[in-house]
């Protein structure tokens, strides 16, 4: 069965300072991972994902993500946060269910911005 | 790019009524449609997935009579929310994939935030 575990409920870093957000993941097969973004009552937003291609993945808004097979990990991480960074994370697995490849979330990581 | 229209955006119902919500795929056609539940600072739970013209296939725990799933286009799919009551009270959130954008393709609609009062 596959499953991410995302290792942090709350980060909270200063404007400016990189940004780290930790995800591992278990997976029986190559994994597709992805990382998505949600601002307070809104939708997801996708900043990323890695489909068996380059290892190191860059995403929109300066974020990126290095999926490491031998560490089972696929990290954000971005060199300067913004307060506009400041939203709900979600680190994703995409699993074959059926005739249809399904989406299981990681519980979310709130990342807090300071001034 | 792919853009998911999710209506409405929310919505306050007495208890014993029924809630409709819809998901719009408004630049594709959107082949398979996935409804997603959300509790307060929880993830995202998958409820059931639908494919264009068949059933909904609902997730352990979820009940079907009580969310009606229909996908009866390619652009458009609908939850209602029957006889609902307060634990009903969610935001829940639609997405939509087609061959087209690939298996690596979900676009999120923006959400309803349903309060059952």
């Known amino acids: 069965a596959q499953s991410v575990t995302q290792l942090d409920s709350h980060v909270s870093v200063s404007e400016g300072t990189p940004v780290l957000l930790r995800c591992n993941y278990s997976s029986s097969y190559s994994p597709s991972l992805f990382w998505y973004v949600q601002h307070p009552n809104k939708g997801l937003q996708l900043l990323l994902k890695y489909t068996s291609a380059a290892t190191l993945v860059k995403g929109i808004n300066g974020f990126e993500a290095e999926f490491k097979k031998s560490e089972t990990s696929f990290h954000l991480t971005k060199p300067s946060a913004h307060m506009s960074d400041a939203a709900e994370y979600f680190c994703v697995v995409s699993v074959r269910g059926g005739s249809n490849y399904k989406l299981t979330f990681g519980k979310g990581t709130l990342l807090t911005v300071n001034p | 790019g792919a853009v998911v229209s999710q209506h409405p955006s929310w919505v306050i119902c007495k208890s014993g009524t029924s809630v409709k919500i819809e998901c719009r795929s408004l630049?594709?056609?959107?082949?398979?449609m996935f409804w997603y539940r959300q509790f307060p600072k929880q993830s995202l739970m998958l409820m059931a997935t639908?494919?264009?013209?068949?059933?909904?296939?609902?997730e352990q725990g979820v009940e079907k009579d009580k969310f009606l799933i229909n996908h009866a286009s390619l652009t458009l799919s609908t939850l209602t929310v029957t006889s609902a009551h307060p634990e009903d009270s969610s935001f829940y959130i639609c997405?939509?994939?087609?061959?087209?954008?690939?298996?690596?393709?979900?676009?999120f609609g923006s959400g309803t935030r349903l309060t059952v009062v």
């Open positions: 997405s939509a994939s087609s061959p087209g954008q690939g298996y690596y393709g979900y676009t």
């Open positions: 630049d594709f056609q959107a082949t398979t």
């Open positions: 639908s494919n264009e013209g068949s059933k909904a296939t609902y």
